[in-house]
């Protein structure tokens, strides 16, 4: 699908929308013409109305009824309510992608009477700055060309991954949630390089460049992160005394009991 002549329209005019809005244009992906947000919210609206110069609207079948893809990016709670009330307009003629974290492909497309071509995404806030990392999935009726439009729309905020949907639980504890325990490592940081006598605003700064840092040589060199690591442990060193401490702390196994928890709960959300 040619994203320049498609007519798309976001359901749901939050962060998450108005970052997907914001890269697609920013990409110059789209232009604002092929755009249409609806919402409940009128005062969001005339935000987004006015800061992008896309047409917006409170008539979610109407927006629907005229796109060619349809961006669900209500909350999950909302999203079988929107679905019974736009149910007549999701044809096979629509791509249907849903940003939902818990509603599943099969609830889209039964839902939908099983025409809809069904794609279910998992970004995350790292849309703000325009670095997600977005889980892909493949849903009832999507064909190839609808994934590659779908990588197409999230790679404008970010980077994808293309995964089955068995593992969207595990994408949504991980890089989902995954930014809430960087910012409370950088946060951790930051406090203790004020505790050794550097300002609030230079730690925090500090810490957070440090760990964008180490983020980019994972990503750019291919190297394992343990290959890294010992890249700047010095026999004998500062590097390798904090390590240790972390160790004893359990830091890794912690981590992983996190991720691991937010895995667990993300099934329990999907089951409810």
Known sequence: MDLKTSKICIIGGGMMAENILRGLLRAQLIKPDQMTVSDINAERLTYIRDAFKVTTSRDNVDVAGKADIIILAVKPQSMKILLDEIKAVMS????VISIAAGVKTRTLSDAAGGTARIVRTMPNIGAKVLASATAICQGPGATQDDMLTAEQIFE???STVMVSEDLMDAVTGLSGSGPAYFFQFIEAMADAGVRAGLMRSVALKLAAQTCLGAAQLVLETGDHPAVLKDQVTSPAGTTIEGL????????????????????????????G
């Open 244 to 271: 240790r401490v972390l160790e004893q702390g359990a830091v890794r196994a912690t981590i992983i009991s996190a991720v691991s928890a937010a895995v667990e709960r993300s099934k329990e959300l999907g089951r």
């Open 92 to 95: 096979e003629k629509r791509l």
């Open 156 to 158: 404008a905020i970010g």
